[in-house]
């Protein structure tokens, strides 16, 4: 059996089969069993790749190297834990009179065909296949950024899509401009859209179109990715969708949409020499980061506060592939694992916080840590490791960045520092009564799962500590691809 | 290049291309509903047929199937069901109070010169019958979303955001003759079903804040 064939089938088929069962006691089993399967066929597939080198899947249709391998690990992973965690959720918001059963069946059957979309949108080797699957990955989580009806996460779902579905018509503008320099290379055959036989004739697309294809291509793919100034839908769909949505919206959507970049990127500086896409890619980066940093004080509601914290993050991440190279491409591949393991903690965290006390407003979140130890020592440390203390893996990939950029691009330096300290004082100073301090909060009647938020930060305390040498050849030779 | 040195297919092309063009500046300064779905599926008509004329001059099979799919779904069933919401929303004779048309007319004129500005380096180096296309394509593109950024009501922005897709389609079959086949098909059920979903979302809007004008959106900001 094929695993990767495995991979894509199970999403689909219990996709399509939980819309048409609808919502019985063991759909939320089923939609956990399902993730595993995935994960599980993903790690296989995973194993198999790094051991076989990459590989080809329906013809040319699909491939599979070690950089969309480990996108595609890193999605099952979040994607089998967020079902965990959505189980006991998902029923305290039904018991609290927000979520109705249709809805219910609603958000399961969106969820798995929102990981099936994302992972197409990470294997296919079509750059047309990725846009159509980058646009249904927006369709998918449309109407679960919507699931509770209330007025503004309507508003929050009719911005995101019509906000994404701009940029991503940029993108698709890209796509035909990558296409029509392809062709007159590659001539008149299907194949003028395959990655693999871009990346071979990279060297002779015309600088002139691939300029402007990247261009539109980045500001298409950038919109999703949130960097700034195309960020306003982000920080709207993660606070009022519900808080499993905003645990995969930011923990891995905005991944699969950077990874769209990264492969425009390296098709772009094969044709264009001076570092021109590296050069946009690094202004975008920095700029997202400042305003990002700067919102954050002003933020009150807590899901709010960390979208916020994603689009710093994304901002960070572009800059540091933007910067190219061996060591910033692992920096920069290395945060985003970071990225997505402890932001989608905290979504947890903070989901169980928000429910336990009823609101999604900092200042009346107040003593987590007498509710629940549990949950609040997962907000703190979590809100620890995603400013970059040590000794979190967060840290490791953050000051690679820095000591990178140092090197490299000292005037970028200050700007860095700057707007990662302005980050921290603002989310410690917000998160730290929210956790310690006094309440009356009553207890939950599903008891929350938290095993999830832990196995999240173990794993980035671990990378933090030790990276094994499995994963760092991994890693080493992901960003060697990326050039 | 001289008047004379294109060819009748060419002209022919053209002409679909100016007239797609015009339809987007119609639709700009239509402030009531029905007769912009109208309009919309005139533009889509009008995309049909220039497929259809480069189909028959180039001989490309598969453009004969984008020509087809252009028809289906952009002149009948995009129309179709936005006829249909519009009938089920009883918004048929709302009329939207446009801020000062002229005004965004003459800014759409200078989105119609950027656009050919930014066009004119790929175009030169287009070897295709359709290359004087790219850049009304282009125009198409940014007209609509000029639309999208004007109006206040969610229908209109709709209509808008397909518009921009037509604009997109004439840019693929312009500068390259079309996209591969997966990749048009993709597109095209893209479109269909975020057309479906938004329909039932225009219902979840209304019945939130019994309109369907997006003004009442507004509280999510930072600020």
């Known amino acids: 059996m094929d695993f990767f064939v495995l991979m894509l089938a199970i999403p689909l088929i219990s996709g399509l089969l939980l819309t048409v069962v609808g919502e019985r006691a063991w759909a939320p089993n089923l939609n956990i069993i399902a993730s595993l399967g995935t994960f599980l066929s993903s790690a296989l597939l995973t194993v198999g790749i790094v051991a076989n080198g990459p590989r080809f899947a329906f013809g040319e249709l699909f491939f599979i190297d070690s950089l969309n391998v480990f996108f595609v690990a890193l999605t099952t992973f979040v994607g089998l834990t967020t079902s965990i965690f959505s189980g006991p959720y998902m029923k305290n918001e039904q018991e609290h009179g927000r979520l109705t059963v249709p809805r219910l069946r609603l958000y399961k059957s969106m969820f798995q065909l929102f990981m099936f979309t994302m992972l197409v949108a990470l294997t296919t080797n ?22 509770y009806r209330t007025p503004a996460s309507l508003e929050a779902a009719w911005k995101y899509f019509i906000l994404c579905g701009v940029g991503l018509a940029q993108a698709l503008f890209g796509t035909i401009l990558l296409y029509f320099a392809a062709e007159r290379v590659l001539g008149e055959t299907g194949n003028a859209l395959l990655w693999t036989h871009l990346v071979e004739v990279k060297g002779q697309l015309e600088p002139t179109i691939m300029a402007l294809s990247f261009i539109f291509l980045l500001l298409g793919y950038g919109t999703k990715v949130g960097l700034a100034p195309l960020h306003n839908w982000l920080p709207d769909a993660h606070a009022e969708g519900p808080t499993p949505v905003s645990a995969v919206l930011s923990g891995l959507l905005l991944n699969v949409a950077l990874y769209a970049i990264l492969r425009c990127k390296a098709l772009a500086d094969g044709a264009i020499h001076g570092g021109f896409a590296g050069n946009l890619m690094m202004g975008f980066g920095l700029f997202t980061l400042v305003v990002a940093a700067f919102f954050l004080s002003r933020q009150k509601d807590v899901k709010r506060m960390f979208a916020y914290s994603s689009i710093e993050h994304m901002g960070l991440i572009t800059f540091a592939f933007g910067m190219g190279g061996t060591v910033a491409n692992f920096a920069g591949l290395l945060h985003m694992t970071m990225h997505s393991l402890t932001k989608s903690a905290i979504f947890f965290a903070v989901g169980h916080a928000t429910q336990k006390t009823g609101t999604q407003l900092m200042e009346n979140i107040r003593g987590l840590m007498h509710i629940n130890p549990l949950i609040g020592w997962a907000l703190m440390l979590g809100t620890l490791a995603i400013l970059g203390m040590p000794p979190f893996g967060v840290f490791a990939s953050e000051f690679m960045i820095l000591t990178h950029a140092m090197k490299h691009h000292p005037w970028a330096t200050p700007i860095l520092l700057l707007a990662l300290g302005v980050a921290f004082a603002a989310i410690f100073g917000k998160v730290q009564p929210m956790v310690f301090g006094e309440t009356e909060a009553k207890p939950l009647p599903h008891a929350p799962a938290i095993t999830p938020v832990f196995l999240h930060l173990a794993l980035v305390l671990m990378i933090g500590l030790y990276i094994p040498p499995y994963l760092t050849r991994w890693f080493n030779e992901a960003a060697r691809m990326l050039g | ?13 053209n002409l679909f291309a100016s007239v797609i063009l015009l339809l987007a500046f119609a639709m700009l300064a239509q402030r009531r509903v029905m007769p912009l779905i109208n309009l919309f599926a005139l533009q889509g008509a009008t995309l049909f047929l220039s497929t259809l004329v480069v189909a028959v001059s180039t001989g490309q099979h598969h453009l004969y199937w984008s020509a087809g799919l252009t028809l289906v779904l952009k002149v009948i069933a995009l129309p179709l069901i936005l006829h249909r919401l519009v009938r089920r929303l009883y918004v048929k004779w709302e009329v939207e109070s446009l801020i000062n048309i002229p005004t965004i007319m003459l800014v759409g004129i200078g989105l119609v010169i950027i656009a050919f500005n930014v066009a004119l380096p790929i175009s030169q180096l287009s070897d295709t019958i359709t290359r004087g296309t790219l850049g009304i394509a282009l125009a198409t593109v940014m007209l609509a979303f000029l639309m999208m950024i004007t109006r206040t009501k969610a229908i209109p922005q709709v209509v808008g955001f397909l518009s921009m897709e037509n604009g997109l389609f004439l840019a693929a079959t312009s500068a390259t003759y079309g996209m591969p086949m997966v990749v048009e098909l993709g597109i095209a059920l893209d479109v269909l079903v975020g057309a479906i979903i938004l329909g039932v979302f225009f219902f979840q809007i209304r019945d939130q804040f019994d309109s369907l004008d997006i003004r009442h959106m507004e509280r999510l900001k930072d600020m």
């Open chain 1, 126 to 147: 079509n750059m047309g296949v990725l846009w159509v699957a980058m646009e249904a990955a927006t369709l998918t989580t449309v109407l679960l950024v919507s699931l």
């Open chain 2, 1 to 13: 290049m001289s008047a004379t040195a294109i060819s009748f297919t060419g002209q022919l092309i």
